[in-house]
């Protein structure tokens, strides 16, 4: 004992999770463990040990059907996840990592967030679909939700310059990554290409896959997990990937990691819509507590597997509604999420014909459809839904 070894070894994991444990890698390096059980006796043995070795909890959550927790010895991390709602132990392991549990600063002012106008309908390359989401912490800095496309850039600077007191440079505290497909990570290749010296971005947040998926499939858009890193470090700016259960603190602000990839399998998918960070903010507001569910464009089996694990947990005032409204969104999500307010990250127009009226099902692989966004719409407790045009929609 008294950390002769690496308690990440895959022969020492395996060790407690015996036989029937399947493998697989994870993001950024990190090596996962999946096996079904029907008690968390190895997970109890498993943490024993860690403990005995000199490891430190640093991240505890429990849900409804699921406790997290992430254990640290200097840069070696263990995160052990007792998933009863689906009836599985799942372990993710690295050996050497920097973890990000946020940042602080000095509260001086109200926090606000902000849905991005996405300029939709330019010339002769017409889209309905992007995402941005712009939070102004209590301390005057920014955190920021994917962008959207390179159109988006000069808006983002005006706003971000808009809010900054004069003669300073805008502070982000961290860009939130949820995917890697363009209509969400444009705008911030663009940003850096044409405003790094008119701004300070301090860190990156995002969960990309490997290249290759559990089955040796390639998904469909690699950039966050290949270039991205890269880029980032040519700009001198870190790059941290979160584990499920993470709370992480900015001033005025808490952020709940709620799904990354990794917790993804066995379900696999080569479609990086599946592969989305999902996170909850939490902010103070002078009515009180309000949480915003930011669920990325998460569709069908995957936002299942959130109701199962989280089930109660997942209640939330405000829901950005999954794939900007498109597709994907099931009953049993929308049932439990039961949001008073809806944010759509596409056109007014264009989501309203989604839910206006009961269409034909799109068929996903989930046989998820159109038309349960009609159900929310209509049939649940919503009150104010802001689309993203228009200008920037206030949402807090």
Not at 139 to 155: A, C, Q, S, V, W
Not at 223 to 228: G, N, P, S, T
Not at 249 to 254: A, C, L, R
Request: net charge negative.
């Amino acid at each position: 004992m008294g950390g002769i070894y690496k308690m990440t070894d895959e022969q020492t994991i395996l060790s407690f999770l015996g036989e029937n444990t399947r493998q697989y890698e994870c993001s950024a390096g990190r090596r996962g463990y999946f096996r079904t059980v029907t008690d968390f006796g190895a997970a109890d043995a498993l943490e024993k040990r860690l403990v005995e070795e000199g490891f430190a909890l640093c991240s505890d959550r429990s849900a409804e059907h699921q406790i997290t927790r992430l254990w640290r010895r200097g840069q070696e991390t263990v995160f052990i996840a007792r998933q009863a709602g689906i009836g599985a132990l799942l372990v993710i392991t690295s050996q050497s990592e920097e973890l990000f549990f946020g940042t602080e600063g000095e509260e001086k002012r109200q926090t606000g967030m902000i849905l991005m106008n996405s300029d939709y309908y330019f010339p002769e390359d017409p889209h309905d679909n992007g995402m941005g989401m712009v939070v102004t912490l209590a301390d005057g800095r920014f955190l920021i939700y994917d962008g959207g496309y390179p159109t988006e850039t000069d808006g983002l600077m005006d706003y971000l310059e808009g809010q900054t007191p004069k003669g300073e440079k805008p502070v982000i505290a961290a860009w939130v990554l949820t995917h890697s497909h363009g209509d969400h990570y444009l705008c911030v290749l663009d940003f850096l290409k044409r405003c790094s010296t008119r701004a300070v971005v301090e860190c990156f947040l995002f969960c990309a896959p490997p290249v290759l998926n559990a089955k040796g499939k390639n998904w469909d858009d690699s950039f966050l997990a290949e270039k991205f890193p890269v880029l980032a470090a040519k700009n001198g700016i870190p790059c941290y990937s979160p584990y499920q259960g993470q709370m992480i603190s900015f001033p005025g602000v808490q952020m709940e990691i709620m799904k990354t990839v990794d917790d993804l399998f066995p379900l696999l998918s080569t479609d990086s819509n599946m592969a989305s960070m999902a996170t909850r903010l939490f902010f103070e507001t002078h009515k009180g507590e309000k949480s915003v569910l930011i669920p990325g464009d998460l569709m069908g089996s995957a936002l299942n597997r959130m109701v199962h694990l989280y089930g109660i947990h997942l209640k939330s005032d405000i829901l950005q509604v999954p794939h900007h409204g498109v597709s994907g969104g099931t009953k049993e999500f929308y049932d439990t999420v039961d949001p008073e307010t809806v944010l759509y990250c596409t056109s007014e127009n264009y989501c309203r014909g989604r839910i206006a009226t009961n269409i034909e099902p799109y068929l996903d692989g989930d046989i998820r459809n159109y038309s349960w966004n009609f159900y929310l719409m209509n049939w649940l407790h919503v009150k104010k839904a802001i689309a993203a045009d228009g200008g920037y929609q206030n949402v807090l």
